[in-house]
Nanobody, 114 residues
């Protein structure tokens, strides 16, 4: 399966963006879908995850501001990002998790100006 992220861009602090991750095939068979990010000079971190059953979890840094959702009919996962902060600036990656293998997208840049 191929994953293509979109929706990144430049936004002022306090603003919102919605990222999309479109899969070339069904996402129904994956254990979970997630969003990671990597800022310059920092390790990649997971920010949000949604299981096939719809359970979600978030990193403490984005809890209450970001919302992950999935549309199985459209094979798409979303990340709604509100109240953005400059420290949210990073390349955001979508991942599809399956036991024994994960699939990653190419990433989309999110830049939050102060």
């Amino acid at each position: 399966v191929q994953l293509v992220e979109s929706g990144g861009g430049l936004v002022q602090a306090g603003g919102s963006l919605r990222l999309s991750c479109a899969a070339s095939g069904t996402i129904f068979g994956f254990n979970a879908m997630g969003w990671y990010r990597q800022a310059p000079g920092k390790q990649r971190e997971r920010v949000a995850r949604i299981t096939s059953g719809g359970s979600t979890n978030y990193s403490d840094s984005v809890k209450g501001r970001f919302t992950i959702s999935r549309d199985n009919a459209k094979n798409t996962v979303y990340l709604q990002m509100n109240s953005l902060k400059p420290e949210d600036t990073a390349v955001y990656y979508c991942v599809a998790e399956r036991i024994g293998s994960d699939y990653w997208g190419q990433g989309t840049q999110v830049t939050v100006s102060s």
